[in-house]
């Protein structure tokens, strides 16, 4: 079984929509991220995570909200979904401590806003 | 805070051709280093990182990266690719408290018989 699964893998929906994507890991990691993947622009955070009471916003927040209901899952939702936040959306864990620790990824969800 | 430059979007190359994919970095700050690899429909996997030590690292399947502090770059090569090679390679970099990741844009190599 997969460390970190995501799902849906797929999601069609239509502007004004609101869309929660889903992240679970077994890796038992306190950290987690959610990042979204576009041709050209690479990997874009949106949000992070160190522990269950902490949330912080990434690079590109607005438009998103996430909600960490418990150390291994961690759930990013559009409160009404615009065509450009059609994209590859990638959840990550990492481990706390050390340095330069590796952040895990899963196998991202293909969301396509109409 | 710290970005991250990947001067080239695509790069084609026959198999067992030598190849560089180039990155750059910018920081006010020392940085730790990694290149990521993303397969076709699949997510990213770490290949190699910098964190301290010698400037030269190496990962399992035959890629290294040197660090290069004075030209802020951290290109990786491999002497000798393969089909299987065929993939986006990303850069990125962290800042020394490791609080997040900051990546490139990718550089997709495409490996041809």
């Known amino acids: 079984d997969a460390d970190v699964t995501q799902t849906p893998r797929n999601r069609i929906t239509k502007t004004g929509k609101r869309i929660m994507l889903e992240c679970s890991q077994t890796?038992?990691?306190?950290?987690m991220y959610w990042y979204r993947q576009d041709p050209g622009l690479g990997l874009r955070l949106i949000y992070y995570s160190f522990d269950v009471k902490d949330i912080n916003k990434g690079e590109i927040s607005d438009g998103y909200s996430v909600s960490r209901q418990a150390q291994a899952k961690f759930s990013l939702s559009l409160e009404s979904a615009i065509p450009n936040q059609t994209a590859l959306y990638f959840c990550?864990?990492?481990?706390?401590?050390?340095?330069?620790?590796?952040?895990?990824f899963g196998p991202g969800t293909r969301l396509t806003v109409l | 805070a710290q970005s991250v430059t990947q001067l080239d979007s695509q790069v084609p190359v026959f198999e067992e051709a030598p190849v560089e994919l180039r990155c750059n970095y910018s920081s006010s700050v020392s940085v730790y280093l990694f290149w990521y690899v993303q397969y076709p429909n699949q997510g990213l996997q770490l290949l190699l990182k910098y964190l301290s030590g010698s400037t030269l690292v190496e990962s399992i399947n035959g890629f290294e990266a040197e660090f290069n502090k004075s030209q802020t770059s951290f290109h990786l090569r491999k002497p000798s690719v393969h089909i299987s090679d065929t993939a986006e390679y990303f850069c990125a970099v962290s800042d020394p408290g490791y609080s997040t990741l900051t990546f490139g844009k990718g550089t997709m190599l495409l490996v041809s018989p």
């Open positions: 990550a864990t990492s481990v706390t401590s050390g340095i330069g620790n590796e952040q895990f």
């Open positions: 890796k038992g990691h306190d950290r």
